[in-house]
């Protein structure tokens, strides 16, 4: 089964920020990758028709590596393949030793 052409251009974008370490749903056993998920789907009609799909989901990097590029890539690689964006944080987690950055992502 191929990917729908919404998360082929999202994959695409992120594996040019994070090469080699997007996941999708799951953990990798790295100290440095990022885990994107959809969650909603909305279809947008048009004089009573389906017109487009938006898909909205989110991503995750986690990183042992303070300031670490790969987190200002994300949002760079985002805006040239014209997906919307937030960023949602960034956090220190003291018991495994990650920041995590996280965002939230939508796909016309």
């Known amino acids: ?18 090469p080699g370490a997007v996941t999708y749903a799951r953990r990798l056993k790295s100290d440095r990758y990022l885990v994107w998920q959809d969650d909603d789907h909305r279809d947008l009609n048009a004089d009573n028709v389906h017109a487009e799909e938006a898909v909205s989901g989110y991503c995750d990097l986690f990183t042992k590596t303070p300031f670490d590029p790969w987190a200002r890539a994300v949002g760079r690689e985002f805006d040239a393949a014209g997906i919307i964006w937030q960023k949602t944080g960034c956090t220190y987690e003291e018991n495994t030793g990650y920041f995590h950055h996280s965002w939230d992502w939508t796909v016309v």
Not at 11 to 16: C, D, H, S
């Open 1 to 18: 089964m191929s990917k729908p052409a919404w998360a082929e251009l999202l994959v695409a974008a992120l594996n040019k920020a994070c």
